[in-house]
Nanobody, 128 residues
């Protein structure tokens, strides 16, 4: 049974940092791409970042480039999203999602429909 569990969310001041984790179980993470999405109240879910299964290619939304870093540890079956220089507009529920590796490419990583399995989400609030 495929399962993704996010953790690491919380309340942080503007300019602060958080590291989100996405723990995978029920499948071999090595062969799957992992995407991070977020959804703020009243807004559509948007793609934040993705890391591929093969060569470790990474993708980022323009709004987080230079501030967020995605990485994966296949041995620990975990994908991380390091978020620095956080802004109030980063406030949202953050979700990780996964799909069989070859499906993901530069043209579709940010589309929610690309992914087959989703976690339950973790809340991030950036506020002073």
């Amino acid at each position: 049974q495929v399962q993704l569990v996010e953790s690491g969310g919380g309340l942080v001041q503007p300019g602060g940092s958080l590291r989100l984790s996405c723990a995978a179980s029920g499948f071999t993470l090595d062969y799957y791409a992992i995407g991070w999405f977020r959804q703020a109240p009243g807004k559509e879910r948007e793609g934040v970042s993705c890391i591929s299964s093969s060569d470790g290619s990474t993708y980022y939304a323009e709004s987080v480039k230079g501030r967020f870093t995605i990485s994966r540890d296949n041995a620990k079956k975990t994908v991380y999203l390091q978020m620095n220089s956080l802004k109030p507009e980063d406030t949202a529920i953050y979700y990780c999602a996964t799909v069989w590796g070859p499906v993901v490419a530069g043209g579709n990583w940010f589309l929610a429909d690309t992914y087959d399995y989703w976690g339950q989400g973790t809340q991030v609030i950036v506020s002073s």
